[in-house]
């Protein structure tokens, strides 16, 4: 518990909002709304270990603080949201320290897939090799109509190492997961719509008032009933259809030692509007 707190205290806060600073990421929280923008966009915010490090320590802070209710990740710049891992630190890296940088990445976003809060990828532009991968560990992605998403590690002799392999299939089907790793090709934010890699493709300039619009929508919900929907769907989507609707069953039947779930029927039944607590 006294770590969780000194992990919270380090947001200083500003008459609105909270914020950290960071060398290479941007984090603020706003309404309950912690964003992180990707930002080194010189070289197209591309991640290296010490960018996966700050996020890393970004997303605990956004778990631990109970004011953060959801997250949402963009990137810095006009023209990208992540290129991929930096090339420039890993082309003569060693297996070990590759394992390490890799080992991060998966940390950080695994953290943020099954991290109670929900995330949204505000996808602005280049989604490339770990940028993709960023998009797909979050659990809403909206996308740019610039924007455009691609593992393309295959044409550089390496293949994808932050969950691509295994996300990807599981969002969009193993052909076409196939044919975006094997080939390397990219695909627009459009046909990313098309093939259900984006919820949502938004004009460039609405895209960020469109995350928001949702993330604050999504901020006022139950957190314990989200948090129980997240945990029903990630943890549940890899077993028997058997033991996963046991799960879901253990997962609303939680739901009803809060007082949110006595609150959102009571106002059905009395027809006005709930006034959720977080309780
Ligand atoms: N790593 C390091 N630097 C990168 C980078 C990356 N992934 N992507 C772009 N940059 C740098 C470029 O080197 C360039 O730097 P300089 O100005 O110092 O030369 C700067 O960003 C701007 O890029 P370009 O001049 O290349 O811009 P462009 O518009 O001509 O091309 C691009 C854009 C097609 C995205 C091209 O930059 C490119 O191919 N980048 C690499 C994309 C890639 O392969 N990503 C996958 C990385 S591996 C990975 O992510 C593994 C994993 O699963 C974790």
Request: charged fraction near 25%; include cysteine; hydrophobic fraction near 45%.
């Amino acid at each position: 518990m006294i770590a969780e707190k000194a992990i919270v205290e380090r947001l200083k806060k500003t008459s609105q909002r909270k914020i950290m600073e960071y060398k290479n990421i941007l984090f603020s929280v706003e309404e309950g709304i912690a964003t992180v923008t990707f930002n080194r966009p010189k070289v197209l915010n591309a991640m290296n270990y010490e960018v996966m490090s700050e996020l890393l320590d970004a997303v605990t802070v956004c778990e631990k603080d109970e004011s953060v209710r959801a997250l949402i990740l963009t990137g810095a710049g006009e023209k990208a949201f992540v290129a991929g891992a930096d090339i420039s630190q890993m082309q003569d890296s060693s297996v070990l320290e590759i394992q390490k940088m890799m080992e991060l990445g998966h940390r950080t976003l695994w953290l943020i897939e099954t991290m109670p809060k929900p995330s949204i990828a505000a996808v602005n532009g280049l989604a490339l090799g770990g940028g993709t991968e960023i998009a797909l560990a979050c659990d809403i992605r909206f996308a740019s109509e610039k924007a455009t998403f691609g593992q393309p590690e295959i044409l550089i002799g390496i293949i994808p190492g932050w969950g691509g392999t295994q996300r990807l299939p599981r969002l969009v089907g193993m052909g076409i997961a196939k044919e975006m790793i094997l080939g390397g090709g990219q695909i627009t934010a459009q046909r990313a719509y098309e093939i259900g890699l984006v919820n949502r493709v938004c004009v460039p300039e609405k895209l960020m008032e469109e995350a928001r619009a949702f993330a604050l929508k999504l901020a006022k919900l139950p957190p314990f009933a989200l948090k129980m929907a997240k945990n029903a769907m990630n943890y549940g989507f890899d077993m028997s259809l058997d033991n996963a609707n046991k799960l879901e069953i253990s997962c609303i039947a939680q739901c009803f030692s809060t007082q949110d779930q006595k609150e959102g029927m009571r106002a059905v039944l009395e027809k006005r509007k709930p006034n959720f607590l977080g309780k």
